[in-house]
């Protein structure tokens, strides 16, 4: 119980508002702690946007930089996790905005099955541990969900794989709640579909 | 706009409600229907997988940045944070000794943290100007009695639920008081508490 | 004043800042030097402290990780940004730090100006390494 002596764990059970109040006050170890406790979350979540390790490491570097820069501008301290998570979604929705200018847009199923095959569209596939440690079912689901356009993308992850709420996922996409729950809807029957041709 | 219509199957059932149930035994219509039968198969299907990705995702060693990532962010913040404000602590012929706000708020935090029931928060450190003339004179030699400028001290908290507040923040003050001396060497001053949240234990 | 010039040339502002920082680290309390903006660019590369050393290292200024010498006239001012042990009284260990800096930088035969100091952070020691 000696090894601690600085950080957080000198002070257990410390809530998350309090931390981001300290960060906010510019305390370091507060911040490295939120950094550590969003970083890996955040990193799923551009993983799956992007499909690209190093986009999604630098969107996680982009958001948690910035939340830094504008933390104390932040009003309520409970807000913390959603902005972080609406830094981070935006950022991905301007990485994917630029790759559509440079390449085409791929919208159809099929063809997006046969570019990961190829290894060329993602590169989890091209690495083969990865692969094998995969089933067959998750593989069938992450290759339907790219073929959704990025705002659905980003609702459905949010809502489905990170258990964010509604009207947070509505205000970081500029849409009412009850529009979140309409795309939800609209995005879970798309990908239901869409796993049955892949089977 | 029609986009954000509540989607429905043929059938007009809407697919939100078939998810929100699909725990649940069929009702009535449900039992007949073979649109709302296929697609609530299909989203069972869909619900287990989402839940396996999720763990699957979570759990997932190659699913997290490399540590180069936390340093760069950690390099800029540490770069960005010396901007904060400063204080004035001692000042002669020999130089003068000044501290952060935020050195000065981490021994505030320190003496809080043994305070069971209180969580320190946004802390805000001002000098009152009446006496800080005092602080810009040299001590006379050999007085090792606690001198310096008058902090004002305004230290936002969360308590726990079933605290007696009062007690808890005359608690809180007392160390404050104690704490400021040992650690730095000047008086505590003014000490504003200010409690603004309740957390959750 | 400055009859001698040549004696500014001789002991660097560099030499001074390896002093002071020695000195410094050598101070019971002291847990570090709390390391600048130029700490933070060496790492970024080359090009971000080429750009930093043009702009910043004229008029016999040295800076290095918390601790900022100028030379003029003979006189060394010194700066120290330093983090201190919460376990001992901040104020005592920066005015410890202030004398014994005087004393080994007045060896070198140069006239010590001020010797400023920040305290930029106070915290629990480090924990004992076990193995």
């Keep these: 119980m000696e090894d601690y002596g600085s950080g957080f764990e000198a002070e257990p059970g410390l809530d998350e508002g309090s931390i981001v109040a300290r960060a906010q006050d510019g305390d370091l170890r507060a911040f490295e702690h939120l950094v550590n406790s969003y970083q890996g979350r955040l990193f799923r979540l551009a993983y799956r946007m992007l499909n690209d390790r190093g986009d999604a490491e630098d969107v996680v570097q982009e958001a948690l930089t910035a939340s830094w820069r504008g933390l104390a501008r932040l009003q309520d301290v409970q807000a913390f996790g959603g902005w972080v998570y609406r830094l981070a979604t935006n950022r991905c929705l301007d990485v994917l905005r630029k790759r559509s200018t440079r390449t085409e847009h791929i919208t159809d199923p099929q063809d997006i099955l046969s570019i990961s095959t190829d290894g060329a569209g993602s590169d989890q596939l091209s690495d083969p541990a990865y692969a094998a440690e995969r089933t067959a079912r998750d593989d069938g689901l992450t290759a339907v969900l790219n073929t959704l356009p990025p705002e659905q993308r980003a609702c459905w992850l949010l809502r489905e794989m990170h258990g964010r709420s509604y009207a947070e996922i509505g205000a970081t996409l500029k849409i009412s709640p009850t529009a979140v729950r309409g795309r939800l809807a609209r995005a879970r029957i798309q990908i239901a579909e869409g796993m049955n041709e892949w089977r | 706009m029609a986009l954000d219509d509540e989607p429905?199957?043929?059938?007009?059932?809407?697919?939100?409600?078939?998810?929100?149930?699909?725990?649940?035994?069929?009702?009535?219509?449900?039992?007949?229907?073979?649109?709302?039968?296929?697609?609530?198969?299909?989203?069972?299907?869909?619900?287990?997988?989402?839940?396996?990705?999720?763990?699957?995702?979570?759990?997932?060693?190659?699913?997290?940045?490399?540590?180069?990532?936390?340093?760069?962010?950690?390099?800029?913040?540490?770069?960005?944070?010396?901007?904060?404000?400063?204080?004035?602590?001692?000042?002669?012929?020999?130089?003068?000794?000044?501290?952060?706000?935020?050195?000065?708020?981490?021994?505030?935090?320190?003496?809080?943290?043994?305070?069971?029931?209180?969580?320190?928060?946004?802390?805000?450190?001002?000098?009152?100007?009446?006496?800080?003339?005092?602080?810009?004179?040299?001590?006379?030699?050999?007085?090792?009695?606690?001198?310096?400028?008058?902090?004002?001290?305004?230290?936002?908290?969360?308590?726990?639920?079933?605290?007696?507040?009062?007690?808890?923040?005359?608690?809180?003050?007392?160390?404050?008081?104690?704490?400021?001396?040992?650690?730095?060497?000047?008086?505590?001053?003014?000490?504003?508490?200010?409690?603004?949240?309740?957390?959750?234990? | 004043m400055s009859e001698n010039p040549l004696q500014s040339q001789l002991i660097t502002s560099k030499l001074i800042a390896s002093l002071a920082a020695r000195t410094t680290l050598e101070t019971p309390g002291v847990l570090r030097l709390e390391p600048t903006v130029k700490g933070f660019l060496a790492r970024l590369g080359p090009a971000a402290l080429q750009r930093l050393s043009n702009s910043a290292g004229q008029n016999g200024t040295y800076r290095d990780d918390g601790v900022r010498v100028t030379i003029n006239d003979n006189v060394a001012v010194v700066h120290l940004d330093i983090a201190t042990d919460i376990a001992y009284t901040a104020l005592n260990v920066a005015e410890t730090v202030q004398q014994r800096v005087r004393g080994n930088i007045g060896h070198t035969g140069l006239t010590v100006g001020k010797v400023d100091i920040s305290i930029l952070a106070i915290e629990p020691p480090p924990p004992a390494k076990i193995s």
């Design chain 2, 8 to 201: 429905r199957l043929g059938c007009g059932r809407s697919i939100d409600r078939i998810w929100t149930t699909i725990d649940q035994p069929l009702n009535a219509h449900e039992q007949t229907c073979r649109q709302c039968q296929a697609a609530r198969a299909q989203l069972k299907r869909l619900n287990e997988a989402t839940q396996a990705l999720r763990e699957a995702d979570l759990h997932d060693e190659a699913l997290t940045p490399r540590s180069g990532v936390k340093t760069a962010i950690m390099d800029v913040a540490r770069a960005e944070i010396r901007r904060s404000k400063r204080i004035l602590l001692a000042s002669n012929g020999n130089g003068t000794t000044e501290i952060s706000e935020q050195a000065l708020s981490s021994v505030i935090r320190a003496a809080a943290a043994e305070v069971p029931g209180i969580h320190a928060r946004r802390c805000h450190i001002e000098i009152s100007s009446a006496t800080s003339d005092s602080s810009v004179d040299d001590p006379p030699s050999g007085q090792s009695g606690v001198i310096g400028p008058h902090l004002v001290i305004g230290l936002r908290s969360a308590v726990a639920p079933d605290i007696n507040i009062p007690r808890t923040v005359q608690l809180l003050r007392q160390r404050i008081i104690t704490a400021i001396p040992a650690g730095i060497g000047i008086s505590a001053g003014t000490i504003n508490i200010t409690v603004e949240d309740l957390y959750d234990v």
